[in-house]
């Protein structure tokens, strides 16, 4: 199953802007632009469980857990959504 989410940023008129998309196909992760931002998201750890959770460890868990650990009125990432289906949320 393919999963997307999306990474927003709040420019300097304090408005939310989305700076790309973080997908993960079933088999690799790849950001929709070369950023900078969205490549240290897929490879920096992030919390889940108690734990640091890597992209290469559990993608499908790391993917569904990122809009929990990126929720600030700065930088957010949206819940993950199948890519192949539409806005369906999972």
Known sequence: ????????????EA?????G??????EK?????D???????IE????????KLFAKDDPELFMRSLHIYYTSPYLRVS??????RGARLI
């Open 21 to 26: 998309e973080i997908v993960w196909d079933g």
């Open 79 to 84: 819940k993950a959504r199948r890519a192949d």
């Open 15 to 19: 408005v939310d802007e989305e700076r």
């Open 35 to 41: 950023s900078v931002l969205l490549k240290n998201i």
């Open 1 to 12: 199953m393919k999963l997307k989410v999306a990474v927003y940023a709040l420019n300097t």
């Open 29 to 33: 992760m790849t950001a929709s632009n």
């Open 44 to 51: 920096l750890p992030i919390g889940a469980g108690g734990k």
